[in-house]
């Protein structure tokens, strides 16, 4: 597609159900990032993966966290026993491993756990 | 650890120009970039600017990075209504591949 998209854009939850959360980067793009974007602050790191090689994971909260990137494309980020603190706008990102390393970024789902 | 600062509010008039502020710790950042979030959207990326620089202008845009102070500014000349939105600073050191990202500077535009 022509930009990154997520799905689904808005997820209402319980707390302690699991959810997952898609990512589907621009094609040929083969870096994916997700970040986490709490109300009122920046952005915080999740996870990156890169082609083939072991994602680095130093941002995940918690081992409720964990994330997939299946055929070097789309990516599912799921959090199990949600709790009220993960609520929070997950935000994808992609981009080609130049020096530069532009990212683009999706419009983000917006998880709210009851 | 890293760390990015921001202001959390601007507001300035329709034609003025705006300047967004930015501080950060990381004296081993490369590249340093300003996205625009609004409301219900993703990051929009602005511009960015390379460590070894000092200036950068693009159309209505000026960053300027005062690199021994830490301190990235983005000028925004003849600020527009659509202008409106949260502006993130961001930096990459590296030895990484993500980015750090300030809090945001919610800039508002009066008409």
């Known amino acids: 597609g022509a930009g990154v998209s997520q799905s689904p854009s808005n997820k209402v939850t319980e707390k302690g159900k699991d959810v997952e959360l898609r990512c589907d980067p621009i094609?040929?793009?083969?870096?994916l990032y997700w970040y986490r974007q709490s109300l009122g602050q920046g952005l915080e790191f999740l996870i990156y993966f890169q082609g083939n090689s072991a994602p680095d994971k130093s941002g995940l909260p918690s081992d409720r966290f964990s994330a997939e990137r299946t055929g070097g494309s789309v990516s599912t980020l799921t959090i199990q026993r949600t709790q009220q603190e993960d609520s929070a706008v997950y935000l994808c990102?992609?981009?080609?491993?130049?020096?530069?390393?532009?990212?683009?970024f999706g419009a983000g789902t917006r998880l709210s756990v009851l | 650890g890293e760390d990015v600062e921001q202001s959390l509010f601007l507001s300035v008039r329709e034609g003025d120009s705006s300047v967004i502020n930015c501080t950060y710790t990381?004296?081993?950042?490369?590249?340093l970039y300003w996205y625009k979030q609004e409301p219900g959207a993703g990051l929009q990326l602005l511009t960015y600017i390379f460590s070894n620089m000092d200036m950068k202008q693009d159309q209505r845009l000026t960053v300027l990075l005062n690199k021994k102070d830490k301190h990235l500014s983005l000028r925004i000349a003849d600020t527009q209504t659509g202008d409106s939105a949260i502006y993130f600073c961001?930096?990459?050191?590296?030895?990484?591949?993500?980015?750090?990202f300030g809090s945001g500077t919610r800039l508002q535009v009066q008409p």
């Open positions: 961001a930096e990459r050191d590296t030895g990484r591949r993500a980015l750090t």
């Open positions: 094609s040929g793009h083969t870096a």
């Open positions: 990381d004296s081993s950042s490369t590249y």
């Open positions: 990102a992609s981009s080609f491993p130049g020096s530069e390393n532009i990212q683009y």
